[in-house]
């Protein structure tokens, strides 16, 4: 998995902003492919901060390209394009109570952290039916690295926001069956 570079703008809560990368960010997701594997087929976001180059790089490596919008970064409502020194000042408690307890104190108007894993985790599953046995590349987005990464690693949903996902870092994760979302559920507290 491969997570966007800097984005134009800064830094913001970005969901689902079709906001597109700088010319540095572009430069650091080239940079951390450099000496990457072979892979087979790449799957992206298609918000532009990903597809963009997930574009470039499959046509430099002649490789397949799939969009699946279930990649896309958590629904941020009213959060969208704002900073979080733009959410303090308004409502000082929210973001500390979203950060303290992301899965019972969404953003308002956004998508709750079980959606957001419900979306995330059936395309996860549908990338690993439609191509068995492939070294994917998922150009994506923070959110959805640590998500998976939490799946895999069968950690609670509440240490999401605690794992760290610089722009244009790569994570590994190997295939594996995707559990049931009940029993995720049940985990994840």
Known sequence: ML????????????????DPLTDAGLAQMWQSVADGPQWDHIVTSPLRRCAQFAHALATTLQLPLTRDARFKEMHFGQ??????????????????????????????GGETLRQFQQRVLAGWQALQETLPGCNVLLVTHGGVIRLLWCHHHQRPLRELLSIE???ASLHYLPAGPVDKPDVLQQNSG
């Open 3 to 18: 997570r966007h570079g800097e984005t134009v703008g800064g830094n913001r809560f970005r969901g689902h902003r079709d």
């Open 79 to 108: 959060w969208e394009g704002r900073s979080a020194a733009e959410i303090t000042t308004e409502d000082p408690q929210a973001l500390a109570r979203f950060w303290r307890d992301p899965d019972n104190h969404p953003p308002p």
């Open 165 to 167: 996902v610089a722009h």
